[in-house]
């Protein structure tokens, strides 16, 4: 598994977990558009970065997670589809596009820890997503997290 990381591990600071915190709520939004609309993740990213306030995100992180995605979407859905309860196709857009965030977070982003990847998508399926998202993507990162973070999972 390779470690897609743009700039290497980078120490947490406020600032950076808030700018980071944005550009995942951005790449949610992206992923959603792109599910839809197709694109390349510099056209999407163009589009975004016109439509939105990007001031204080991390566009390094939300390009890297946006291009990881889509350049990487078989290996990321093979890596959560094992553990729905239906089929992909029956997962809702929002659901689909979190999934796909996360795990790509989970699989390429080692730098981040796995529990801040969770706890961050659990947030924005609350925000975007249906009444009890949150816990069915809680569940399912779970046990992303349980296979290929397993290290870090048992050291905790």
Excluded at 19 to 37: E, I, T
Excluded at 124 to 153: C, H, M, P, Q
Aim: hydrophobic letters at 40%.
């Amino acid at each position: 598994m390779k470690s897609i990381s743009g700039r290497g591990s980078r120490p947490a600071t406020p600032q950076l977990a808030q700018q980071r915190r944005k550009a995942r709520h951005y790449g949610v939004q992206a992923l959603y558009r792109w599910h839809f609309n197709g694109g390349s993740p510099g056209e999407i990213e163009a589009e975004f970065r016109s439509d939105y306030d990007f001031s204080h995100t991390d566009t390094e992180y939300f390009r890297a997670v946006l291009e990881g995605v889509i350049y990487h979407q078989a290996d990321i859905d093979a890596g959560f589809a094992v553990y729905l309860d239906r089929p992909l196709a029956e997962l809702t857009p929002v659901e689909l596009a979190l999934l796909r965030q996360a795990v790509f977070e989970l699989k390429y982003r080692l730098d981040v820890p796995y529990k801040v990847v969770i706890s961050e998508a659990v947030a924005l399926a609350g925000k975007f997503g249906a009444t009890d998202s949150y816990k069915y993507i809680n569940g399912v990162l779970d046990r992303v997290a349980a296979e290929v973070r397993s290290v870090e999972v048992k050291g905790c």
